[in-house]
């Protein structure tokens, strides 16, 4: 496939991932509240009905008369056209504007109910107002909200209006929530974004610990399943100016992404004996991911195991299946001192030296052009380490995850969502500003170098073309410009 959303979620000890998603919402339940209508119909929603079924039989009457008028005693086929020329366009305008009035009406309706649900307060076009009674201590300053949903008050106001038809359509069985969206929206958030314990999210917001569960899983699902087109590898066209942007960063071309993996913690009972310590074991999932220049996840897949090496997880995801059978990075290459440079990710030590995959080199000497290479590799890896500090900076990942492994995998693919969509509002956050723990290993590079020997000649000529296109950027102390590469066979 040319481009396709790579997001997938894996369960332990299963095949590899290759749906885009592991959970599925179940289909929406639209639930009403009969008290509320009581037997009675709002006057303006009656009228419009009734003009609804004016409409549709006079409709009915013209189809079942087609050949003459059905308003007159004769018959008279000129004048029977020019009476549906007249009556056909009033008609339909007629019938539209009662089903639109009816659309109205019932959404005059729905849009009462929810207020119903919301808290009884003063103020209530400030921001934050509507939490007061939590005591969150949510004012109209954005920087309340990052501590407790780590986004800005717009933003909130932004995801809540998007999501509240997806998040107000579905409550427990048997028993209604009788929550407004946006309460339903903060406490998932607060979950991720605080990683407070359900106790904890019940206590500040008055509702019991199964609503808190409840709450935080809807929104996992609603995200992981109807906005996952948020992570998105980019098309071809796309691919063309995210190169740019690496070239202009660090002067190397043709660079699509940053590959990387990292590891959360999970903490899981085995279901055989709850009470027995030993049935408690600390495990850790692995997640990889693909970013672009300024930190935005075009690719991630979630559910290994941790203890899997980061080489082995890229040979087992559908990203690799997809770059190996020429589905992606495929655009013609470019050519650097007559070296065929095709499109290609970039990666540290722990991964394989790939034709379509960079790594640094090991133990380059002082000055040399492998050196060289390495300083610009470090600068384009950069927005992977940031990306995972971020992630891991979400309070629910920050620690070590309890309960089922595949919450816990949706919590990774929910953050991950998040962390696009702030990027995508200009909302900063959530970036983290360091780092984060990064250490490469040399020896885990020998290794992964070594399982590639058969493709090792290629993929070292590509290497080292670039590393001579970072010698002469490093001796000319200025980035080279992004379209001086060139983008045809030289004579």
């Given at each position: 496939m040319s481009?396709?959303?790579?997001?997938?979620?894996?369960?332990?000890?299963s095949?590899p991932?290759?749906h885009?998603?592991?959970?599925?919402?179940?289909e929406?339940?639209?639930?009403s509240n009969s008290?509320?209508h009581?037997?009675k119909?709002?006057s303006?929603?009656?009228?419009a009905?009734l003009s609804s079924?004016?409409?549709?039989?006079?409709?009915?009457?013209?189809?079942?008369?087609p050949?003459?008028?059905?308003?007159?005693?004769?018959?008279n086929s000129n004048s029977?056209?020019?009476?549906?020329?007249?009556i056909?366009?009033?008609?339909?305008?007629?019938?539209?504007?009662?089903e639109?009035v009816?659309?109205?009406s019932?959404?005059?309706i729905?849009?009462?109910?929810?207020?119903?649900?919301?808290?009884?307060?003063?103020?209530e076009?400030?921001p934050g107002?509507?939490?007061?009674?939590?005591?969150?201590?949510l004012?109209?300053?954005?920087d309340s909200?990052?501590?407790?949903?780590?986004?800005t008050s717009?933003t909130?106001?932004w995801?809540?209006g998007?999501l509240e038809?997806?998040l107000?359509?579905?409550?427990?069985?048997g028993s209604?929530l009788?929550?407004a969206a946006e309460?339903?929206?903060?406490?998932?958030?607060?979950?991720l974004?605080?990683?407070?314990?359900?106790?904890?999210?019940?206590?500040?917001?008055?509702?019991?610990e199964s609503?808190?569960?409840?709450?935080?899983?809807?929104l996992c699902r609603?995200l992981?399943t109807?906005?996952r087109?948020?992570?998105?590898?980019?098309?071809p066209?796309?691919?063309?100016?995210?190169?740019?942007s690496?070239?202009?960063l660090?002067?190397?071309?043709?660079?699509?992404?940053?590959i990387?993996?990292?590891r959360f913690k999970i903490v899981?009972?085995t279901g055989?004996?709850?009470?027995a310590?030993y049935?408690?074991r600390e495990?850790?999932?692995?997640?990889?991911?693909?970013?672009?220049?300024?930190?935005?996840?075009?690719?991630?897949?979630?559910?290994?195991?941790g203890?899997?090496?980061d080489?082995?997880?890229?040979k087992s995801?559908t990203?690799?299946?997809?770059?190996?059978?020429g589905?992606?990075?495929?655009?013609?290459?470019?050519?650097?001192?007559r070296?065929g440079?095709?499109q290609?990710?970039?990666?540290?030590?722990?991964?394989p030296?790939?034709?379509?995959?960079?790594?640094?080199?090991?133990d380059?000497?002082?000055?040399?052009?492998e050196?060289?290479?390495?300083?610009?590799?470090?600068l384009?890896?950069?927005?992977?380490?940031r990306?995972?500090?971020?992630?891991?900076?979400?309070?629910?990942l920050?620690?070590?995850?309890?309960?089922e492994?595949?919450m816990?995998?949706?919590?990774?693919?929910?953050?991950a969502?998040?962390?696009?969509v702030?990027?995508m509002r200009?909302?900063?956050?959530?970036?983290?500003?360091?780092l984060?723990d990064?250490?490469q290993n040399?020896q885990?590079?020998?290794?992964?170098y070594l399982?590639?020997s058969?493709i090792?000649?290629?993929?070292s000529?590509?290497r080292?073309a670039?590393a001579t296109?970072?010698r002469?950027?490093?001796s000319?102390?200025q980035?080279?410009?992004?379209?001086?590469?060139?983008k045809?066979e030289?004579?």
């Amino acid at each position: 496939m040319s481009m396709c959303a790579f997001m997938c979620l894996a369960l332990p000890d299963s095949p590899p991932p290759t749906h885009t998603f592991t959970f599925l919402i179940p289909e929406k339940i639209l639930t009403s509240n009969s008290r509320e209508h009581s037997g009675k119909m709002n006057s303006r929603a009656l009228a419009a009905l009734l003009s609804s079924l004016i409409s549709e039989l006079l409709l009915l009457l013209l189809l079942l008369f087609p050949s003459s008028n059905p308003l007159s005693v004769t018959s008279n086929s000129n004048s029977g056209s020019n009476f549906y020329e007249t009556i056909f366009p009033l008609i339909h305008h007629f019938l539209s504007s009662a089903e639109l009035v009816t659309s109205l009406s019932l959404l005059s309706i729905s849009r009462k109910r929810k207020r119903i649900h919301q808290p009884d307060i003063d103020n209530e076009d400030e921001p934050g107002s509507e939490f007061a009674v939590f005591g969150l201590g949510l004012t109209q300053n954005p920087d309340s909200f990052k501590g407790c949903f780590r986004m800005t008050s717009s933003t909130f106001e932004w995801l809540s209006g998007l999501l509240e038809p997806l998040l107000d359509c579905r409550d427990p069985i048997g028993s209604p929530l009788n929550l407004a969206a946006e309460i339903r929206l903060a406490i998932g958030l607060f979950r991720l974004a605080t990683g407070s314990d359900y106790p904890e999210i019940a206590r500040r917001f008055g509702v019991s610990e199964s609503v808190t569960r409840f709450c935080a899983k809807q929104l996992c699902r609603v995200l992981c399943t109807n906005f996952r087109f948020w992570i998105a590898f980019p098309s071809p066209i796309d691919l063309d100016s995210l190169s740019a942007s690496f070239e202009a960063l660090a002067g190397l071309p043709n660079c699509c992404g940053v590959i990387d993996c990292t590891r959360f913690k999970i903490v899981r009972n085995t279901g055989f004996n709850p009470s027995a310590k030993y049935e408690v074991r600390e495990e850790s999932i692995a997640a990889q991911i693909v970013v672009d220049s300024s930190s935005r996840i075009l690719s991630i897949v979630a559910g290994f195991r941790g203890d899997k090496t980061d080489s082995r997880i890229l040979k087992s995801s559908t990203l690799y299946k997809d770059i190996e059978g020429g589905g992606l990075l495929n655009a013609p290459p470019i050519y650097i001192n007559r070296v065929g440079l095709n499109q290609y990710l970039i990666g540290d030590g722990e991964y394989p030296l790939l034709p379509w995959l960079m790594v640094p080199f090991v133990d380059p000497v002082p000055g040399s052009i492998e050196e060289n290479f390495n300083s610009a590799h470090h600068l384009m890896h950069i927005s992977a380490l940031r990306t995972i500090a971020s992630l891991k900076d979400w309070g629910v990942l920050r620690q070590t995850i309890e309960g089922e492994f595949k919450m816990a995998v949706a919590y990774i693919g929910s953050c991950a969502i998040l962390h696009n969509v702030l990027l995508m509002r200009d909302d900063y956050s959530a970036l983290s500003d360091g780092l984060g723990d990064y250490s490469q290993n040399p020896q885990n590079f020998r290794n992964a170098y070594l399982e590639e020997s058969s493709i090792e000649s290629n993929a070292s000529v590509i290497r080292t073309a670039l590393a001579t296109r970072a010698r002469k950027l490093h001796s000319s102390g200025q980035s080279q410009d992004p379209g001086g590469s060139m983008k045809s066979e030289p004579s």
